[in-house]
């Protein structure tokens, strides 16, 4: 039983090392520019690191005991994406609302004799 734990533990911990590896070099390897491909290998690498981490470290699976932890799981993931999501809408909207364009600014400074 403790060998067997150990054992998923360290699959985990070997398959969450290869998989930010493998972001953190197409990260590195990029040109500057972005390149939406880059961004979704990057994103798909993340979405199984998490995967794996919920099942190797949090131990969540859908047997009937472990059901309650997943639904918790699920629960809090939804959770943080609508305050991530919530946040970067406000912040998007104050941004374009707070903001002059870059033609206010040169028609402000144009009207601006004195200075």
């Known amino acids: 039983m403790i060998k067997e734990r150990y054992h998923n533990y360290l699959i985990g911990f070997v398959s969450c090392i ?25 994103g798909v690498l993340a979405l199984s690191q998490l995967v794996i981490q919920g099942i190797y470290f949090l131990h969540l699976s859908l ?32 941004n374009s609302h707070m903001m002059p364009s870059s033609n206010d600014m040169v028609k402000y400074n144009q009207s601006q004799d004195g200075l």
């Open 18 to 42: 290869f998989l930010s590896f493998g972001a953190y070099s197409i990260a590195t390897s990029s040109s500057g520019k972005t390149n939406y491909y880059e961004i979704f290998v990057i």
């Open 63 to 94: 047997q009937k005991k472990d059901r309650y932890r997943l639904i918790i799981a699920s629960l809090i993931m939804l959770i943080i994406i609508i305050l991530v999501t919530g946040s970067v809408w406000i912040m998007n909207n104050l």
